[in-house]
């Protein structure tokens, strides 16, 4: 299986409101994946169609199946990760390892216990004790200690501090990924995640507007810092982003050869950042 999400014509309503519209792709087995987009954009709709929690139009098969109708059995070979981690408040952290532990055959206590000891999480703790933080905490650890072929992650580390951020991101490339696993990650701090990624798929009302891998984005957009005297035969060549800043003009050119526009100026790589801006404005 090289795909492990197919999606053909993927389409969700509600009511006269297009939250995805007609969007097709591939996610391939053994990559990292970004899904970004602003607030309202269709990411979490998506999210939740290749997880079989709502309905939509169109085609969709996740690790060989459909969402909609097997999504019990697709559950044994996902995990997923809200924006808002939802852990029972009135068991203790010792006890919803347990639990896990008893009904996921593919749980590893040791490795959450791993996970936790990086943590100020005490085990003998209630949930309803812990701050939203260490929740969150919680729940990426015992996700993490489960072996699942597809993991899905919508914000995961939102509410936390950046040390704990990028000590997830480094541990889930470190300590989880491999070339058996692949993960869908959206998340609003682009430049965190911007390492770790190998492809991207930027959506906006609902379309994408870009999907690609992070070699070929690095092939295709330049980033140009254009000088006054310049600034006409840039503009010649189509630049999709155009912003002054301190005298320069920082342009951002799609498919031109990169040799043409050192003429013009210093290049450099795009940023993610920069790049889902000039991709969202159309060079406004």
Known sequence: MNAVVEARGLSKSYGSFRAVDNVSFEVPLGRIVGVIGANGAG???MLNAILGLTRYQGE???LGQDPALDR???MEKVCFISDVATLP?????SEILDFVEGVHPAFSREVALKYLGRT???LTKKVKALSKGMVTQLHLAIVMAIDAQLLVLDEPTLGLDIIFRKEFYECLLEDYFDHQRTIIVTTHQVEEIE???TDVIFIRDGRIVLDASL?????????VAVTADKYEDAKALGPIYDKSVMGLHRMV?????????????ETGRVGLADLFVAKMTGGK
């Open 43 to 45: 990411k979490t709709t």
């Open 60 to 62: 969709l098969r996740v």
């Open 72 to 74: 019990a059995k697709l």
């Open 89 to 93: 408040r009135w068991m203790r952290v």
């Open 120 to 122: 100020k999480i005490p």
């Open 195 to 197: 390492n770790i990624l």
């Open 215 to 223: 070699d070929d984005i690095a092939e295709t957009y330049v980033q």
């Open 253 to 265: 050119f799609e498919g031109v050869p990169h040799d043409q526009l050192k003429a013009l100026g």
